[in-house]
């Protein structure tokens, strides 16, 4: 695997990979502190696109970037877990072609002075709680698209309102990339995987699964109850249970605008913090 940490490296890599008009590079942006979730995203990368399936899938890069602009929490950001040695390792071993690991001033040099501004999916939410947070994710990410040129790119469900906002964007700039998410990586207890799980105390750890059960028994409740109590009564029992409930809503699974009812166009999406640590979570129908 190829590591590259400068522009001049990932210019000369992607000047050298010489891949043809059939053939793909796909991109899996990361922050680093890597888990199962983010093999996964690996494992789907080195697959046919489901949009392309014709094309081969020939590299896939992975990005490591802790990107300063799309934390709202200075904190947030001092405490994000970095463990660059083993990430590498990781990578290796899962059969990554190429990790870009640039610094802050190779991403954002003297001078940069461009922030992309999102709004429709981007406005609720993450987006509502987390002031410049999708602003700052679709800078980076268009940044990345812009320096490596993928021809698609692979997020993770988990941070389902980001994947909606990502399409969005390249959607409007016509930046002419494939954006597919995968699905979400759970613990054996259903916990969703997070590089900020390892925050949780043992006790809170323990507790952790239930937000993934709250969601597997409202979405079952759904089937014959009216969303409105249904959602009230999960958010009163999370409550009870000691999650400090930032949301519990049914929303449309592209526009992110509240939904008045469960269907397939919908998604049931959640954030909750249990001590010092915010779960995110989310089902379909
Ligand atoms: O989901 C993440 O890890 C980040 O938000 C991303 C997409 C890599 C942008 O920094």
């Not at 522009?7 to 053939?23: F, P, Q, T, V």
């Not at 890597?34 to 392309?52: I, N, T, W, Y």
Request: charged content about 25%; glycine content about 6%.
């Amino acid at each position: 695997m190829e590591v590259l940490r400068n522009l001049a490296d990932l210019e000369d890599y992607r000047h050298h990979i010489g891949l043809k008009k059939s053939e793909m590079l796909t991109l899996v942006p990361t922050m680093g502190s890597l888990h199962a979730g983010h093999l996964s995203l690996v494992q789907r990368a080195k697959e046919p696109s489901p949009e392309q399936p014709e094309a081969l899938p020939a590299k896939v890069m992975v990005s490591i970037f802790v990107n300063p602009i799309q934390f709202d929490q200075p904190e947030d950001l001092k405490r994000y877990p970095r463990q660059e040695e083993y990430d590498i390792a990781l990578l290796s071993e899962a059969g990554c072609d190429a990790v870009w690991i640039p610094d802050v001033k190779a991403m954002y040099p003297k001078g940069f002075a461009t922030r992309i501004e999102v709004e429709g999916p981007a406005l609720l939410w993450e987006g509502a709680r987390r002031p410049g947070h999708f602003s700052g994710v679709a800078t980076v990410v268009a940044r990345l698209f812009g320096l490596i040129t993928p021809d698609r790119a692979i997020f993770g469900e988990k941070d389902w309102q980001q994947l909606q906002v990502i399409k969005r964007m390249v959607a409007d700039l016509s930046l002419g990339i494939i954006i597919e998410g995968a699905p979400i990586v759970r613990e054996e207890d259903g916990l969703a995987l997070s590089s900020r799980n390892q925050f949780l105390t043992p006790t809170e750890r323990a507790q952790a699964p239930i937000l993934y059960k709250t969601l597997l028994q409202v979405r079952e409740k759904l089937q014959n109850k009216a969303p409105h109590s249904v959602l009230q009564e999960a958010r009163q029992t999370l409550t009870e249970k000691g999650f400090s409930v930032d949301y519990l809503e049914i929303v449309q699974k592209e526009e992110m605008l509240v939904a008045k009812a469960w269907s397939e166009h919908t998604r049931l999406i959640t954030a909750a913090r249990l001590g010092s640590v915010r779960l995110l979570d989310n089902i379909g129908p």
